[in-house]
Nanobody, 124 residues
Framework: QVQLVESGGGLVQAGSSLRLSCAASGRTFTNYRMGWFRQAPGKAREFVAS????????YYANSVKGRFTISRDTAKNVVYLQMNSLKPEDTAMYYCAAGLSLASEYLASAYGFWGQGTQVTVSS
């Protein structure tokens, strides 16, 4: 069974950096895409970034492009989200996801497995 465990969230000031980690276990992820989504209170879950486990192709939401970087360590089975120049509007619960679907990277429905989330709060 796939298990995704996020860590690294916290309370930081605007302009700061955080690195989120997602420890993945339960199967070989060679053909998977790994994604980060976020959800703020009262808002829909939105795509942040994704990476193909094989090849490392990355995708980003326009709102985080140039500030966030997704990467993976295939030896450790960990996916990272480096977040720089954080803004108050980045405040949300951040979720790690894994999926095999051929649907668009940007859709939550393309991911069949989800972690419990880690809270990121950015104060102004």
């Amino acid at each position: 069974q796939v298990q995704l465990v996020e860590s690294g969230g916290g309370l930081v000031q605007a302009g700061s950096s955080l690195r989120l980690s997602c420890a993945a276990s339960g199967r070989t992820f060679t053909n998977y895409r790994m994604g980060w989504f976020r959800q703020a209170p009262g808002k829909a879950r939105e795509f942040v970034a994704s990476i193909r486990w094989s090849g490392g192709i990355t995708y980003y939401a326009n709102s985080v492009k140039g500030r966030f970087t997704i990467s993976r360590d295939t030896a450790k089975n960990v996916v990272y989200l480096q977040m720089n120049s954080l803004k108050p509007e980045d405040t949300a619960m951040y979720y790690c996801a894994a999926g095999l679907s051929l649907a668009s990277e940007y859709l939550a429905s393309a991911y069949g497995f989800w972690g419990q989330g880690t809270q990121v709060t950015v104060s102004s």
